[in-house]
């Protein structure tokens, strides 16, 4: 099941011809209303009893989104923050209910969309690889069987039977993904969770994706790593405010994204909005001022 880190992973080939459909989204959206997502005071409701309604509070967090998948792609989700990439994943998941739209997926769906999600953090590793696999309605027969193999493929040591909440963010990531990958899945989400964990947990996550992808399954990824997108994915598609601006080739759509992210930083700039200081990685030497 793992593979050897140093071996650089050759990309999936573009799908030509294969027509097998895993996910077929039509007309999307996904509307939120304002009214009941922020605190109102009394003084607040009040006044609007006699002001009538405030104009349209909706938002759209995903409107008009057409999306086609069929097995065997690995689909890249990019977009800035607030684009709604995690929504769109969760729709896929069934965690959310569109407002409308049509959305029909083909074939056993396992998803990782939150490190610490369907984790039990009072419960050990191995114990919560028995929990998931009762909430994906697998057999207990069938989740014991797999079970050392989930264990081994996480790689997480005596660790693996402490309880959850001792796990740093990568031990959860390696958990979860060890789980996920491990049933057998028709068509996998992931969420952000591949740039967790160390290098060669990384390398091997990379390696089981691209397997999967080999044996025909249907992959859905969204992340921030651009070189994941294009070394990776055999497609991509660009969403912003909701809206699917861009999709195709993943080195193309990626381009895109870049010269988009590039303008806005300008308008931030022209309009004097600064950047959020970012702070140095750990273990990183910090200069002090006035030394060079």
Request: hydrophobic share 40%; charged share 25%.
């Amino acid at each position: 099941m793992s593979a050897d880190p140093t071996v650089t992973p050759s990309s999936p080939e573009p799908l030509q011809g294969r027509e097998r459909v895993a996910i077929n989204v039509t007309d999307l959206g996904v509307r939120y209303s304002l009214r009941f997502t922020r605190k109102t005071t009394f003084r607040q409701s009040f006044g609007r009893m006699f002001r009538g309604p405030s104009g349209d509070s909706a938002f759209w967090a995903l409107k008009g989104v057409d999306l086609r998948v069929v097995h065997g792609e690995s689909l890249a989700v990019i977009g800035p923050n607030g684009a709604g990439k995690s929504t769109l994943l969760q729709v896929l998941a069934g965690i959310i209910t569109p407002s409308s739209g049509v959305v029909e997926i083909d074939g056993h769906v396992s998803s990782l969309l939150n490190l610490g999600a369907g984790f039990d953090a009072e419960l050990s590793g191995r114990e919560n690889i028995r929990l998931a696999g009762a909430f994906m309605g697998l057999d207990h027969r069938d989740v014991e069987d797999r079970l050392e193999g989930i264990v081994a493929y996480a790689d997480l040591g005596p660790f693996i039977d402490a309880p959850i909440k001792t796990y740093s963010s990568g031990m959860r990531a390696r958990l979860g993904f060890s789980i996920a990958t491990a049933v057998d899945p028709d068509i996998l989400l992931l969420d952000e969770v591949l740039s967790t964990g160390d290098a060669s947990f990384r390398a091997k996550s990379k390696e089981r994706v691209l397997e999967l992808v080999r044996q025909a399954k249907a992959i859905v990824l969204v992340t921030h790593d651009m070189e994941w997108v294009t070394e990776y994915c055999n497609h991509a598609l660009l969403l912003e405010k909701g809206e699917i601006v861009a999709e195709g080739a993943p080195a193309d759509v990626v381009e895109i994204h870049q010269e988009h992210s590039e303008k806005r930083r300008r308008e931030r700039e022209a309009a004097g909005v600064l950047p959020v200081p970012v702070a140095p990685p750990e273990g990183a030497p910090v200069k002090q001022p006035g030394r060079p």
